[in-house]
C-alpha cells in the first residue's frame, strides 16, 4: 500500500533529496562528494559556510548560517553518513533514489539525506523570507559510528562565538517531536594473556579466560539493570542496557591464548552516569590483574572507547519542543530507542528536539525508503519555520 501523497512534495525539495542519496557517504568513506555539491549550491547563495575537517582531511561538517550576523538562531542538524548496505537484500539500486509508489528508495533517504536535502531545497526561501532570526545548518560526518564530526562541528561553534536557542535534529521519528532517546556508549576490550602449550596452564595467563570474568561481570550488572533500574517508562527497554556484540581470541585447541579481545556497549537511560558504570567494569579488570602480574607483568587489560553518544531528554516545555510543536501545530511527542546527535547540542547549552521525515524502522535495511508524504510533512514545518518566530 502507498501512502497519500497530498500535500506533494515540491520537486525541489524531491530533487535535492533524491541527489544526496545518489552519492556514496557509508561513514568509512569521504563525504567530500556530498559536502561539494551542499557546499557550491550554498556559495551561489551567498551563505557563509564554516567547513570543519576530521584529522586525515577526508571528510567535512558544513555549518552554514542564512541570516548571518543575527541573533541566535535555529540549528537544522543532519548528518551526512550513511551505514554500509552489504550483505543485504536489496531489490533496488541502495544508490538509485528510486522513486516507486510514493516512496523515494536508497540508503540514507530516512536516515538522513532526505531532511538534509529539503533543508538545502529551502535555502533561497529562508534567505529571502528575511527572518529576525538566523537559520543554521549543521551536516556532520561520523554520526553513524560515534557522533565524532558532531563533537568537532559543536567546539568549532563554541570558538566562533555563534548561540543558537533551538536545535532541530531531523533524525526519523515520522515527524513526531521526539523528547528523549538512550545514550550510546561503546568500548573495546584487549586482554594481553601469556601463551603456553595447553598442558602447561600454570605457566600460562589464559586472556580468554579473564576476558570472560570481565564479560561476566557486564552480564551480571545488565541483570541488576533490568532488575532495579533506574526506570525510564517509554522505551522500549525502560532501562539500561549492557551486552557483548563481538569477541575474538584463541588460536588453536592447545594453545592457551595470548590475546582475546570483546566489545561492549551501555545503552543508557537519561540521568545515568556511564562514566561511573565503566569506572566500575575497569576497577574489576584491575582486580584481576594481580593475579596475572604474577605470572607475567606485561599481561593485563587496556580498553578503547569506541563510541559515545550521550542519551537526551528534555522536559515538555523546552523551547526546541514547544517550537517544533507549534510549527506542526501538534501537541504529541514521543521518545525513541536510537541514538542521535542531540544529547550533544543539548550538554553544548542549546535546547534540542529530534523530530524529521521517515521511520526508523526503515532506516539501515534493505530497501531503506521514506515516503513522499513525509518528505511533506517536514517540508510544511520548514515553511512555518518561515512563517514564524522561533519565540
Ligand atoms: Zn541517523
Known amino acids: 500500500m502507498s501512502e497519500p501523497t497530498t500535500p506533494a512534495v515540491s520537486p525541489e525539495a524531491l530533487d535535492w533529496a533524491q541527489r544526496l542519496v545518489r552519492l556514496n557517504t557509508i561513514s568509512d568513506r569521504s563525504n567530500k562528494a556530498l559536502v561539494d555539491t551542499i557546499a557550491d549550491h550554498l556559495r551561489t547563495l551567498g551563505v557563509p559556510l564554516r567547513l570543519t575537517r576530521d584529522e586525515a582531511g ?15 538562531g535555529v540549528i537544522l542538524s543532519g548528518h551526512t553518513d550513511t551505514v ?3 550483505g543485504q537484500a536489496w531489490s533496488v539500486d541502495p544508490l538509485g533514489a528510486e522513486l516507486r509508489e510514493g516512496r523515494v528508495y536508497g540508503r540514507g533517504s530516512a536516515d538522513m539525506k532526505a ?9 533561497q526561501a529562508f534567505l529571502e523570507a528575511d527572518l529576525p532570526f538566523a537559520v543554521h545548518f549543521a551536516f ?6 560515534g557522533g565524532f564530526g558532531a563533537r568537532h562541528l559543536i567546539a568549532d561553534l563554541k570558538d566562533a562565538g555563534l548561540a543558537p536557542t533551538h536545535c532541530i535534529v531531523g533524525e526519523p521519528t515520522g515527524m513526531v517531536p521526539a523528547l528523549a532517546h538512550k545514550g550510546v556508549h561503546r568500548w573495546c576490550c584487549r586482554v594481553k594473556g601469556r601463551a603456553a602449550h595447553s598442558s602447561q596452564t600454570p605457566k600460562a595467563v589464559n586472556a580468554i579466560e579473564n576476558a570472560a570474568r570481565l564479560i561476566a561481570q557486564l552480564a551480571d550488572m545488565a541483570e541488576a539493570f533490568r532488575r ?3 526506570f525510564r517508562e517509554g522505551f522500549e527497554a525502560p532501562f539500561t542496557t549492557a551486552a557483548v556484540g563481538v569477541i575474538e581470541g584463541g588460536i588453536a585447541d592447545n594453545v592457551i591464548p595470548e590475546d582475546c579481545r570483546f566489545h561492549y556497549e551501555f545503552r543508557d537511560v537519561p540521568g545515568v552516569d556511564v562514566d561511573q558504570l565503566q569506572t566500575e567494569v575497569v576497577a574489576r579488570a584491575r582486580a584481576l590483574e594481580p593475579a596475572m602480574h604474577a605470572v607475567d607483568p606485561g599481561t593485563g587489560f587496556g580498553f578503547e572507547t569506541l563510541c559515545s553518544m550521550p542519551s537526551f531528554s528534555a522536559s515538555a516545555g523546552d523551547p526546541a519542543v514547544e517550537l517544533v510543536q507549534r510549527l506542526l501545530s501538534t501537541t504529541q511527542t514521543t521518545l525513541v530507542g536510537f541514538g542521535t546527535e542531540a544529547g550533544l547540542f543539548q550538554r553544548a547549552g542549546i535546547p534540542t528536539v529530534v523530530c524529521g521525515p521517515g521511520f526508523i524502522d526503515q532506516a539501515h535495511q534493505a530497501d531503506e525508503y521514506v515516503s513522499l508524504a513525509q518528505l511533506a510533512a517536514c517540508e510544511a514545518m520548514l515553511q512555518a519555520l518561515r512563517r514564524r518566530p522561533p519565540g
Open 140 to 145: 556532520s560526518y561520523d554520526e553513524e559510528v
Open 84 to 86: 554500509p548496505w552489504a
Open 58 to 72: 577526508a571528510k567535512a561538517n558544513l555549518f552554514a548560517t542564512l541570516g548571518a550576523g543575527k541573533p541566535g
Open 115 to 123: 531532511f538534509i536535502g529539503l533543508c538545502v531545497a529551502h535555502a
Open 228 to 230: 532495579d533500574g533506574p
